[in-house]
């Protein structure tokens, strides 16, 4: 069991830039891989990015690319992401994800969820 709390969000003007965080805690030793998704009003969870456990590998959403970076705390159990050049089409609920192994990509095949963390972006 991973309990995942985010935080970070808030309004922000085009162009702008905010950093969100990812608390991990949990009683188990295991390694587990962490990502961000996002889910836009209307709109289904999508994926943005991911982290391994160690942090020698991440993975983006093409449409983040460039702007957007993960990151991992010495510890592990914190997470980063850093958004700059954020759009309006960017608003949305960001939320912590957790597994084991690798995130998938599918919302549906995660295991842990934090509660999530408004961005907004204005134009």
């Known amino acids: 069991q991973v309990q995942l709390v985010e935080s970070g969000g808030g309004l922000v003007q085009t162009g702008g830039s905010l950093r969100l965080s990812c608390a991990a805690s949990?009683?188990?030793?295991?390694?587990?891989?962490m990502g961000w998704f996002r889910q836009a009003p209307g709109k289904e969870r999508e994926f943005v990015t991911s982290i391994t456990w160690d942090g020698g590998s991440t993975y983006y959403a093409d449409s983040v690319k460039g702007r957007f970076t993960i990151s991992r705390g010495n510890a592990k159990n914190t997470m980063y992401l850093q958004m700059n050049s954020l759009k309006p089409e960017d608003t949305a609920v960001y939320y912590c994800?957790?597994?084991?192994?690798?995130?998938?990509?599918?919302?549906?095949?995660?295991?842990?969820w934090g509660q999530g963390t408004q961005v907004t972006v204005s134009s």
């Open positions: 994800a957790a597994d084991l192994g690798v995130i998938p990509r599918q919302e549906a095949l995660v295991r842990y």
């Open positions: 949990t009683r188990t030793s295991n390694r587990y891989a």
